[in-house]
């Protein structure tokens, strides 16, 4: 359930194959605070005939509130690494934003009041990408 690179899930994959032990790649999304309320977000990779998917369900449902299998073995480690790389961006896109929306004289909290109700605050995956871009209509 480490966030490791997807090579190193690949080399534990190898290494587990050697020794006919099941393997899932989990790691988990959210912050520490879901954590402690056991409400995170568990990214499985798994081959789809395992039977350690089933084992394992109800520890995962012990600690999230949602599992979303991936697919194959790594598929986890990988959309892990995509989804920290996300939000990576979007911390130094949303504080250089800030700072030059207050360079120009707006105060953070009206910045933020229109952030809360448009796509950009909003996050465009939910808002513009399946109306547009999904459907090419760009």
Known sequence: MST??????NE???LANKS???????????????AKTGKLIIFAGAKSDEKVIQKVQPLFDAMGE??????ERCAGSKIKIINNFMSIC?????AETINFAETI????????EVF???PAGLGHFKTT???KVLSNDL
């Open 4 to 9: 490791i690179p997807p090579i190193e899930t």
């Open 12 to 14: 534990l994959i190898a």
């Open 20 to 34: 006919s032990i099941d393997f899932l790649d989990a790691p988990v999304g959210r912050t520490s605070a879901h």
């Open 66 to 71: 949602k599992t979303i299998y991936m697919g």
């Open 90 to 94: 979007m911390n130094a896109v949303s």
């Open 105 to 112: 004289g707006l105060k953070y909290e009206k910045v933020q």
């Open 116 to 118: 809360n109700l448009t």
């Open 129 to 131: 990408w399946p109306g």
